[in-house]
């Protein structure tokens, strides 16, 4: 059982973030993370990996000055190896670019399960796995909260709004993952001293096989043309109890209609 | 998804690690710790328990026996990685004192001195936390003349020895699995100097009486007077050589210095990020209070001192993992780390107003925690001799 989890690396959500003028993209110039949406993916793999009794789990980022940082602590947690795309000519990617390029490291892998996260935590566009899975020609199921492998299919529980859908595929194939999926372990001392001599192979563009033009600014479809303020939220209401506190909160959701 | 459960402070500290793998067991022990928070601890104080949940957690990954040898069941690493360790836990609101103790003392003491056995015994549990072992040296008539120590062992007739004194200040015995006992195993010579031993003595083992002394600190770990009346200790339980026992505590003791540097440290960036906090939120004029220097510079000063303290700390963690002499720097760095803490607090105490004396604001009640590493485990006084003696080359004074 060999998965790939690919793993996006951002800059720290708790530090301050700004905007590169001009592109008005998040300026990632700085020591990237791994992205705690990815930790959930990195930990069901493991746990995939040896209720199968063996197999490896396979990192593949994408993310600017060959940063490794993120894909690191991943490997602390027990993945076996990884992959960095890493190239100049990758900045201004967007989604679509991107899911060019993590294809064409996984199809490097030869994986039976490809997992990512539902979204990441700074873009959040929530497309990229649905477009590597297209790219790769392989079935996907997005929402997972629940992951199983029996023999050559996956098995997931999809989350919807109304509850959830039993969903099985074939294998190979993409699933992407919630939170509620898993509770990601805290690497390990011995884990992340292990880390250190794992392999990370950083690849460029050249090296996948695809040409500059496709991929990065030059291949972007996605264009910012401006960025706003987001409105400011007005104060909420406070509700003192009165002794009628509880009557109060049922006619305020009433009249929002939510009950 | 955006967590901030579990976020780093968003203050720049220096950065005292020298290499990825000890950042990156900074930003996980931090994670894990903050995802605790100074609430549980809160808690576990009130509910006169343990802190058994993070401790396991912390024991589990490895991170309680960072520095403890790999074939015992350690991480392998060095005192740098175990105040690494330690820090995080204590700038998260959870000052652990159990570590600088049962992983701090006795793990290295047993290291350096105790038999295959002993070690294979004692060690991986001290370095998972399913067992603890607590230092029991100081007694109400030595002090911090480890000279005068009266508790005796006396050799029995069949091999082994009697224990019989008094100790107090032995923090968390009532959860410890033994006693690290320090004991008088020989007659005074002319100078009214006697040797001493060293003995690993099991909790349950029949003579032992605790009486729990009624402390300021708000912390899990209690503190008690130990009664040792007529406690037999088994051959197998003296920790090296007889009548050496003050040579090999010394094993110990840089470690517990640089371990208690780190706690105080921790608490400072705790308070200096608490402070702040507020100071940048809390409006009462035009401006947040942060604005008036009268607030930001005690804040700042703060964190200069809390910083030199730090880089002093992990100075000596250095030296003492690269087997040089490590006395100095360790107990500078106590020193420094103690005042820098008592220091910190103070100002976010004042900087938070009538907030900073609730219980809610979660300060005041860190006050004598904090103030402890003024005097214990080695006093202010005490250091200032040592490095007037030995740093200066001032005649002895004591
Ligand atoms: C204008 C612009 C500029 C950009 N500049 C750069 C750049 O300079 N360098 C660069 O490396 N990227 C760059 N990117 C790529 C960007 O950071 C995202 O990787 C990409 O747009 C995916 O969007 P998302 O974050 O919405 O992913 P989502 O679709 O929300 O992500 C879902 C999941 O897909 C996986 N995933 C997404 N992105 C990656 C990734 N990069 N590596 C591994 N797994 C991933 C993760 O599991 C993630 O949780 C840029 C993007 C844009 C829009
Ligand atoms: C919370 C707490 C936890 C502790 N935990 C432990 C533990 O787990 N195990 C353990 O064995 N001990 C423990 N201790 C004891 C601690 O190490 C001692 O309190 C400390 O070493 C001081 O000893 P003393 O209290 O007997 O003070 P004393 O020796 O009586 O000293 C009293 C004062 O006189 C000063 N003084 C004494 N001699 C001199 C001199 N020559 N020159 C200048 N000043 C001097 C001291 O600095 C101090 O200010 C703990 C103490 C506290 C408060």
Not at chain 2, 93 to 107: E, N
Not at chain 2, 310 to 330: I, K, T, V, Y
């Amino acid at each position: 059982m060999n998965i790939v989890v690919c793993v996006k690396q951002i800059p720290d959500p708790a530090a301050p973030q700004s905007l590169e003028a001009g592109s008005h993209t998040l300026d990632r110039s700085g020591k990237l993370i791994l992205d705690d949406s990815d930790a959930y993916g990195v930990e069901m793999a493991l746990q995939l990996a040896e209720q199968a009794g063996g197999g490896e789990v396979t990192l593949v980022s994408m993310a600017p000055n060959g940063e490794t940082a993120g894909l690191r602590t991943a490997l602390a947690m027990g993945a076996a190896k990884a992959i960095l795309v890493s190239d100049d000519a990758l900045k201004g990617s967007d989604a679509l670019g991107t899911a060019k390029v993590l294809a064409a490291a996984i199809g490097r892998v030869g994986a039976d399960l490809i997992i990512a996260a539902t979204e990441s935590s700074d873009g959040y566009t929530g497309t990229t796995p649905v477009q590597v899975a297209e790219l790769l020609g392989l079935p996907s199921i997005t929402f997972a909260k629940s992951v199983a492998i029996d023999g050559g299919t996956v098995k997931v529980d999809r989350q919807t709004e109304a509850g959830y859908d039993e969903v099985t595929s074939p294998l190979p194939a993409v699933v992407t993952v919630t939170a509620g999926v898993v509770e990601p372990r805290y690497p390990s001392f011995k884990g992340i001293m292990a880390a250190k001599s794992k392999p990370i192979e950083t690849l460029s563009v050249a090296d996948l096989g695809l040409d500059g033009g496709q991929v990065g600014a030059a291949g972007g479809r996605q264009v910012i043309t401006s960025v706003d303020e987001a409105e400011a939220r007005n104060a909420g209401e406070i509700v003192v109890d009165e002794g009628d506190g509880a009557q109060r909160i049922v006619t305020f959701l009433e009249n929002l209609k939510v009950i | 998804m955006l967590t901030t459960k579990g976020s780093p402070s968003p203050i720049s500290e220096l950065n005292v690690d020298d290499s990825p793998e000890r950042e990156a067991l900074r930003s996980t022990v931090s994670k894990l710790a903050r995802s605790y928070g100074r609430t549980y601890l809160k808690e576990v104080v009130k509910e006169q328990r343990q802190p058994t949940e993070l401790w396991s957690d912390l024991g589990k990954a490895g991170f309680l026996g960072v520095h403890l040898p790999e074939e015992y069941g350690g991480g392998g690493g060095g005192m740098a990685d175990l105040a690494i360790v330690i820090e995080e836990n204590a700038a998260a609101g959870i000052p652990l004192f159990m570590i600088v103790i049962s992983p701090s003392i006795a793990g290295p003491i047993l290291a350096a001195h105790g038999t295959d056995e002993q070690k294979a015994t004692w060690l991986p549990g001290i370095a998972s936390g399913e067992l603890k072992v607590a230092f029991s040296i100081t007694e109400p008539d030595a002090g911090l003349n480890t000279h005068n120590i009266t508790t005796t062992a006396t050799p029995r007739p069949g091999g082994g020895w009697t224990l019989n004194g008094q100790k107090y200040w032995t923090s968390g015995a009532d959860e410890a699995d033994a006693l690290l006992v320090v004991a008088r195993s020989d007659e005074p010579d002319d100078r009214g100097r006697t040797r001493l031993s060293l003995f690993l003595v099991p909790t349950d083992t029949p003579g032992i009486v605790m009486q729990e002394i009624d402390s300021a600190l708000t912390l899990p770990e209690k503190q008690f007077v130990i009664f040792y009346d007529n406690v037999e200790v088994l051959e197998h339980n003296i920790i090296g050589d007889e009548h050496e026992g003050l040579r090999q505590v010394f094993a110990g003791l840089n470690p517990e210095r640089i371990a208690a540097a780190a706690v105080a440290n921790g608490i400072g960036r705790y308070a200096i990020e608490a402070g702040t906090n507020y100071a940048a939120n809390r409006q009462v004029w035009k401006t947040p209070i942060g604005a008036h220097q009268g607030v930001a510079h005690p804040l700042a000063r703060s964190h200069i001192e809390v910083q030199s303290s730090r880089l002093l700390a992990a100075h000596a963690a250095q030296l003492f993992d690269a087997g040089h002499d490590a006395g100095e720097a360790s107990n500078m760095a106590k020193f420094c780390a103690g005042q820098a803490a008592t220091n910190a607090l103070d100002r976010a105490i004042q900087v938070h107003g009538g907030n900073g004396l609730s219980n809610e604001f979660g300060l005041s009640d860190l006050w004598f925690v904090a103030r402890m590493f003024r005097t214990a485990p080695v006093s202010e006084e005490m250091i200032l001799n040592h490095v007037a003696q030995h740093s200066l080359g001032l005649p002895k004074s004591y």
